[in-house]
């Protein structure tokens, strides 16, 4: 099926809301429209052993068995109808139509009803009946063909996905938080499953995919057309998480009409809710939402981190509250598998993140610990930029990140960059945000380079070699160091600093503030370079005036700050014999992992700032991933002589215009 049948059908679909204007809020169609065309395609799916499955429930009507076996048999799928209704009887009867699509919808199996109840389907048909528009709806929906062999599966998913949007546009929602496009999803899936491709194709292979942030499935779909490609006798296994209930239905009726089994797909948030505790899987595969805080489950995440620490999900770190994407990264590796002592085992996984993850967070921070988790354990396998505007609702550049704990020898305690920027065509239309897409030959040739990544890394005489470049793990880690300098002061007695010593609280808590304020004036004017000339000088004036110095290191401190100035030819401040460091001075420095944090500095600060030195107690290591910065290429300006010769002949065009104008 081409993408103009399926759109044709969506638009069948959609033209529901012709009925619904005036009655319902344009925002509230896709409550209607949605449910109605999942039920359509049930009953499509259903509609050639209808027949059968009525009858043998006719027979064990009074037989006290429970014939949800045999219903299922007789239906072919692992759900069904009892009842002889269909909707084109019911819209055909319209005074009892509300009555007898709940008795249609009631006699489904339990778990497609559970479908339909996520989408609230008895409220909306209450709702219709009492508008008088239920029979023109349902009439509508008996003309949509949608049966397997006219829509494939795969090709219902286009229409799934094409309604959600339209919706998400209606209700100024997120699309991009329920589905993926289509073809990010299969350069997606293609580097994930590529090198286990000879595996794959053994005979009895089978294999288990999550996606914890399922919305429609579209990922859990291709991933079970891809195995099922390279080896159709593959059993493939999907589960699946989704928060949001009309995405999470749609995935569940999916999963039914293929006969995988809906129960893999719960429903909740996976964080504060894991619907696949203390399970692991072959591969993962995730596009969470961009930048979306986790504030409604902090309270469970937060215990968990402080409670099981790495016997949990998220002991390596928690990353900022606004942006919960490392949060599904250490879900989805705290359930790969192990691997055994023989090499087998193991699991891949790939997520979709924005730049953020890359290198948000200082070092020490929650998103930097992640990363140092990830990297010294050698997962990271990959980062693949993508072109930017992608997305149906973010023109954002986008990453894909491919982790693994089984890489392949040459692999280890590598990490491959790969810049697929450039790999775009440009839409006919724009859909949202959506402007570019991957064709088909880009999806090879990334997949291509990518397997071939370290041999083009490797050979400057590559056509592709700069859009490759391979790193040591440790490579991205770095030490904050935190860089000192002495404090140095001169002193002085001015207007500003008898001021200073009035607004003093521990000055002015001393018996003798006033002899001390007195004493100080008599030195107006005054400066000393020195800190031991200055309190001499300030304690014989004192004496002089009838007063005692006061002793104690809060009254020094507190005088020190009152009349001390920063000056660079000034005394340098001791504390227990060891130079006191200026904050106004402290400066951080990044040296890379594995560099003399003492060499650095003589090598680059110290030809400026001499008297620098670093405090070791500071420093911290931290990982970041700058890909833009390795795959920077620096284009000179235009000349001067090129520009000025552009702007002359643009004046020139422009005094012509005018010219033209005044005749």
């Given at each position: 099926?081409?993408?103009?049948?399926?759109?044709?059908?969506?638009?069948?679909?959609?033209?529901?809301?012709?009925?619904?204007?005036?009655?319902?809020?344009?925002?509230?169609?896709?409550?209607?429209?949605?449910?109605?065309?999942?039920?359509?395609?049930?009953?499509?799916?259903?509609?050639?052993?209808?027949?059968?499955?009525?009858?043998?429930?006719?027979?064990?009507?009074?037989?006290?068995?429970?014939?949800?076996?045999?219903?299922?048999?007789?239906?072919?799928?692992?759900?069904?109808?009892?009842?002889?209704?269909?909707?084109?009887?019911?819209?055909?009867?319209?005074?009892?139509?509300?009555?007898?699509?709940?008795?249609?919808?009631?006699?489904?199996?339990?778990?497609?009803?559970?479908?339909?109840?996520?989408?609230?389907?008895?409220?909306?048909?209450?709702?219709?009946?009492?508008?008088?528009?239920?029979?023109?709806?349902?009439?509508?929906?008996?003309?949509?063909?949608?049966?397997?062999?006219?829509?494939?599966n795969h090709n219902m998913g286009y229409i799934f996905e094409e309604l959600i949007?339209?919706?998400?546009?209606?209700?100024?929602?997120?699309?991009?938080?329920?589905?993926?496009?289509?073809?990010?999803?299969?350069?997606?899936?293609?580097?994930?499953?590529?090198?286990?491709?000879?595996?794959?194709?053994?005979?009895?292979?089978?294999?288990?995919?999550?996606?914890?942030?399922?919305?429609?499935?579209?990922?859990?779909?291709?991933?079970?057309?891809?195995?099922?490609?390279?080896?159709?006798?593959?059993?493939?296994?999907?589960?699946?998480?989704?928060?949001?209930?009309?995405?999470?239905?749609?995935?569940?009726?999916?999963?039914?009409?293929?006969?995988?089994?809906?129960?893999?797909?719960?429903?909740?948030?996976?964080?504060?809710?894991?619907?696949?505790?203390?399970?692991?899987?072959?591969?993962?595969?995730?596009?969470?939402?961009?930048?979306?805080?986790?504030?409604?489950?902090?309270?469970?995440?937060?215990?968990?981190?402080?409670?099981?620490?790495?016997?949990?999900?998220?002991?390596?770190?928690?990353?900022?509250?606004?942006?919960?994407?490392?949060?599904?990264?250490?879900?989805?590796?705290?359930?790969?598998?192990?691997?055994?002592?023989?090499?087998?085992?193991?699991?891949?996984?790939?997520?979709?993140?924005?730049?953020?993850?890359?290198?948000?967070?200082?070092?020490?921070?929650?998103?930097?610990?992640?990363?140092?988790?990830?990297?010294?354990?050698?997962?990271?396998?990959?980062?693949?930029?993508?072109?930017?505007?992608?997305?149906?609702?973010?023109?954002?550049?986008?990453?894909?990140?491919?982790?693994?704990?089984?890489?392949?020898?040459?692999?280890?305690?590598?990490?491959?960059?790969?810049?697929?920027?450039?790999?775009?065509?440009?839409?006919?239309?724009?859909?949202?945000?959506?402007?570019?897409?991957?064709?088909?030959?880009?999806?090879?040739?990334?997949?291509?380079?990518?397997?071939?990544?370290?041999?083009?890394?490797?050979?400057?005489?590559?056509?592709?070699?700069?859009?490759?470049?391979?790193?040591?793990?440790?490579?991205?880690?770095?030490?904050?160091i935190t860089v000192e300098r002495p404090l140095k002061l001169r002193f002085e007695?001015?207007?500003?600093?008898?001021?200073?010593?009035?607004?003093?609280?521990?000055?002015?808590?001393?018996?003798?503030?006033?002899?001390?304020?007195?004493?100080?004036?008599?030195?107006?004017?005054?400066?000393?370079?020195?800190?031991?000339?200055?309190?001499?000088?300030?304690?014989?004036?004192?004496?002089?005036?009838?007063?005692?110095?006061?002793?104690?290191?809060?009254?020094?401190?507190?005088?020190?700050?009152?009349?001390?100035?920063?000056?660079?030819?000034?005394?340098?401040?001791?504390?227990?014999?060891?130079?006191?460091?200026?904050?106004?001075?402290?400066?951080?420095?990044?040296?890379?992992?594995?560099?003399?944090?003492?060499?650095?500095?003589?090598?680059?600060?110290?030809?400026?700032?001499?008297?620098?030195?670093?405090?070791?107690?500071?420093?911290?290591?931290?990982?970041?991933?700058?890909?833009?910065?390795?795959?920077?290429?620096?284009?000179?300006?235009?000349?001067?002589?090129?520009?000025?010769?552009?702007?002359?002949?643009?004046?020139?065009?422009?005094?012509?215009?005018?010219?033209?104008?005044?005749?």
């Amino acid at each position: 099926m081409n993408s103009s049948k399926h759109t044709e059908l969506a638009n069948h679909a959609w033209s529901v809301a012709d009925l619904l204007r005036g009655d319902y809020k344009q925002s509230d169609y896709g409550k209607v429209i949605l449910p109605f065309t999942v039920l359509r395609r049930l009953e499509c799916v259903l509609e050639p052993t209808r027949e059968k499955v009525a009858e043998i429930s006719e027979q064990h009507e009074d037989s006290g068995i429970d014939p949800d076996r045999f219903l299922r048999r007789a239906s072919g799928h692992s759900f069904y109808n009892r009842s002889s209704l269909t909707l084109k009887k019911i819209a055909a009867d319209p005074q009892n139509a509300a009555q007898n699509l709940q008795v249609y919808v009631g006699a489904f199996s339990d778990n497609a009803r559970g479908v339909l109840d996520r989408f609230e389907f008895a409220q909306q048909i209450k709702r219709l009946d009492s508008a008088g528009l239920l029979y023109q709806v349902i009439g509508k929906f008996t003309d949509l063909d949608l049966r397997p062999e006219v829509v494939p599966n795969h090709n219902m998913g286009y229409i799934f996905e094409e309604l959600i949007r339209r919706f998400a546009e209606q209700s100024n929602e997120t699309a991009g938080e329920h589905f993926t496009p289509r073809e990010v999803i299969q350069l997606m899936v293609r580097l994930l499953v590529a090198p286990d491709g000879d595996a794959l194709q053994l005979p009895g292979a089978v294999r288990t995919v999550l996606d914890p942030a399922c919305g429609t499935g579209g990922m859990l779909s291709a991933m079970d057309d891809l195995i099922k490609e390279l080896n159709p006798d593959a059993t493939v296994e999907v589960f699946g998480q989704e928060l949001n209930p009309e995405s999470w239905a749609i995935c569940r009726s999916d999963l039914m009409i293929k006969g995988q089994d809906p129960e893999n797909i719960a429903f909740g948030n996976s964080f504060s809710d894991d619907g696949h505790a203390r399970k692991s899987f072959d591969y993962m595969l995730a596009n969470p939402p961009f930048g979306v805080e986790w504030k409604k489950v902090k309270d469970e995440v937060e215990h968990e981190h402080k409670a099981l620490g790495e016997a949990g999900r998220f002991g390596a770190g928690l990353p900022r509250i606004n942006d919960g994407s490392l949060l599904f990264l250490q879900h989805m590796i705290s359930k790969m598998k192990p691997v055994d002592v023989s090499g087998g085992g193991g699991s891949r996984l790939a997520i979709v993140f924005n730049g953020s993850p890359l290198f948000t967070g200082a070092a020490g921070s929650g998103e930097s610990e992640i990363r140092r988790w990830i990297l010294e354990n050698d997962w990271l396998e990959g980062i693949v930029a993508l072109p930017d505007q992608l997305f149906y609702n973010t023109g954002i550049s986008t990453y894909f990140w491919i982790l693994t704990n089984r890489k392949s020898p040459d692999h280890k305690g590598k990490v491959v960059l790969l810049d697929a920027r450039d790999q775009w065509q440009k839409m006919r239309k724009s859909l949202g945000d959506k402007r570019k897409a991957l064709g088909k030959e880009h999806i090879a040739d990334v997949v291509k380079l990518y397997g071939e990544a370290l041999a083009v890394a490797g050979d400057a005489e590559h056509p592709l070699h700069g859009k490759v470049k391979v790193f040591a793990n440790e490579d991205f880690g770095y030490q904050r160091i935190t860089v000192e300098r002495p404090l140095k002061l001169r002193f002085e007695v001015t207007e500003e600093t008898l001021a200073a010593l009035e607004a003093s609280k521990t000055i002015q808590k001393l018996p003798q503030a006033s002899v001390l304020a007195d004493a100080f004036k008599s030195l107006m004017g005054a400066s000393w370079g020195a800190k031991q000339e200055a309190w001499l000088a300030l304690k014989d004036a004192v004496v002089q005036a009838g007063g005692t110095w006061p002793t104690g290191a809060p009254f020094n401190k507190a005088l020190r700050d009152v009349l001390g100035v920063r000056d660079p030819e000034g005394d340098v401040q001791l504390v227990k014999g060891q130079p006191e460091p200026d904050g106004e001075l402290r400066d951080f420095e990044n040296v890379p992992l594995g560099e003399d944090v003492e060499e650095y500095l003589a090598r680059e600060v110290h030809p400026h700032v001499p008297d620098a030195w670093i405090d070791r107690s500071k420093t911290k290591v931290g990982y970041e991933v700058p890909f833009t910065r390795h795959f920077y290429v620096y284009e000179p300006p235009r000349p001067l002589a090129e520009i000025d010769a552009e702007l002359k002949a643009l004046e020139a065009e422009i005094q012509g215009l005018l010219g033209e104008v005044t005749e």
